[in-house]
T-cell receptor, first 118, second 118 residues
């Protein structure tokens, strides 16, 4: 299994500012995933972060708005830039499955960051 | 593209009774995984049960079981002897089988909010 520490757990931010969310994993993983969960909605993949390469963004998400860093195999950050109220969501990081054989099936999630933009 | 559909936005069950949550999916793949995740108010995503598509036998985990109908692309979750702690959002999710690249992320349904009445 994997233990993921995500912080901050929540924040209230002014529009136009940026927030960086951190995700720390207790084991080395090749891929980390960042999801957004808008109020009352499901989880939508923002991007896949591989160590040593540029993150791969899903349709509708761009690097200028959601820059991601992946400096090593246990850590990643997601920045929400130039925030507007529409960015108010829960952001979750995840590792696995399909990283290594031990993660073949289950995905593990951080506890999420509840972001409110005012 | 794969899609996951949960047609029940909300469900309610009496404590100690049984409830079934519905999920259908669409894919052209023959080998994949299906999951049910639980998200309580704490926001933590908790794996409830998983099913490998190549297995005909339905997965069970204590009070939780699935009815996996591969030809119909249906994957329902049955919760027996419902408990107050079962109240949460339940998400059905799909993942392609394999390692690396875009195969690692989960595709989620919109979720079903389950209430348990004492």
């Amino acid at each position: 299994s994997a233990v993921i520490s995500q912080k901050p757990s929540r924040d209230i931010c002014q529009r136009g500012t940026s927030l960086t969310i951190q995700c720390q994993v207790d084991s080395q993983v090749t891929m980390m995933f960042w999801y957004r969960q808008q109020p009352g909605q499901s989880l939508t993949l923002i991007a896949t972060a591989n160590q040593g390469s540029e993150a791969t963004y899903e349709s509708g998400f761009v690097i200028d708005k959601f820059p991601i860093s992946r400096p090593n195999l246990t850590f990643s950050t997601l920045t929400v830039s130039n925030m507007s109220p529409e960015d108010s969501s829960i952001y979750l990081c995840s590792v696995g499955p399909a990283d290594r054989e031990i993660f073949d099936t289950e995905a593990f999630f951080g506890q999420g960051t509840r972001l409110t933009v005012v | 593209a794969q899609t996951v559909t949960q047609s029940q936005p909300e469900m309610s069950v009496q404590e100690a009774e049984t409830v079934t949550l519905s999920c259908t999916y669409d894919t052209s793949e023959s080998d994949y995984y299906l999951f049910w995740y639980k998200q309580p108010p704490s926001r933590q995503m908790i794996l409830v049960i998983r099913q490998e598509a190549y297995k005909q036998q339905n997965a069970t985990e204590n009070r939780f079981s699935v009815n996996f109908q591969k030809a119909a692309k249906s994957f329902s979750l049955k919760i027996s002897d419902s408990q107050l702690g079962d109240a949460a959002m339940y998400f059905c999710a799909y993942r392609r089988r394999g390692y690396g690249g875009s195969q690692g992320n989960l595709i989620f349904g919109k979720g079903t909010k389950l209430s348990v009445k004492p």
